[in-house]
């Protein structure tokens, strides 16, 4: 058994006997475990519930909370929010798209990168906002964003030379 079965299975038996209202907090606490919703664990989750993968797909893609591939190494979120929005972010995510060559909800190839966009993150006032790896960044341009996708794959360039 893989060990990502194993971790939904270990999942699941805090969950018995549950129905259909069990399936949110389920599929959190496996994303929480895993980072995303593979295939498998949505099909795991079917059998212990006795609800069709159909079903499951359905609710989770109605969250945008969840996920069905990996994070990248390097997680940009950008905030569409109307405040971000009126300040620049449709031409900070175009950008993002062109220059990381994934689209929202995607990760790179490579593992490096993954993208996301959000409704809205809170920040108004320092629109527009995007994050790399949780961390906040003001008042965004794409000439910025180019400048953190950079760095990040310095980051990464640097720990290979050096180990």
Same mark, same amino acid.
């Given at each position: 058994?893989?060990?990502?079965?194993?971790?939904?299975?270990?999942?699941?038996?805090?969950?018995?006997?549950?129905?259909?209202?069990?399936?949110?907090?389920?599929?959190?606490?496996? %994303?929480?475990?895993?980072?995303?919703?593979? &295939?498998?664990?949505?099909?795991?989750?079917?059998?212990?519930?006795?609800?069709?993968?159909?079903?499951?797909?359905?609710?989770?893609?109605?969250?945008? %909370?969840?996920?069905?591939?990996?994070?990248?190494?390097?997680?940009? &979120?950008?905030?569409?929010? &109307?405040?971000?929005?009126?300040?620049?972010?449709?031409?900070?995510?175009?950008?993002?798209?062109?220059?990381?060559?994934?689209?929202?909800?995607?990760?790179?190839?490579?593992?490096?990168?993954?993208?996301? &966009?959000?409704?809205?993150?809170?920040?108004?006032?320092?629109?527009?906002?995007?994050?790399?790896?949780?961390?906040?960044?003001?008042?965004?341009?794409?000439?910025?964003?180019?400048?953190?996708?950079?760095?990040?794959?310095?980051?990464?360039? %640097?720990?290979?030379?050096?180990?």
């Amino acid at each position: 058994m893989k060990e990502s079965a194993k971790k939904v299975k270990a999942i699941l038996a805090k969950y018995p006997d549950s129905g259909r209202d069990a399936l949110i907090p389920i599929l959190q606490d496996i %994303q929480d475990e895993l980072g995303y919703l593979p &295939t498998s664990a949505i099909m795991q989750v079917g059998a212990h519930l006795a609800l069709p993968s159909s079903k499951i797909y359905g609710v989770a893609t109605f969250y945008n %909370q969840f996920r069905f591939q990996p994070k990248g190494r390097n997680h940009i &979120t950008i905030c569409r929010g &109307t405040a971000c929005h009126v300040k620049g972010s449709g031409k900070l995510l175009e950008n993002a798209v062109a220059t990381l060559k994934i689209k929202p909800g995607q990760t790179s190839r490579d593992k490096l990168f993954s993208l996301e &966009t959000v409704a809205c993150m809170g920040a108004c006032g320092l629109a527009p906002v995007i994050t790399v790896n949780d961390e906040f960044n003001a008042k965004a341009s794409p000439a910025k964003l180019n400048r953190l996708a950079r760095c990040c794959k310095d980051e990464i360039t %640097q720990e290979r030379e050096n180990s």
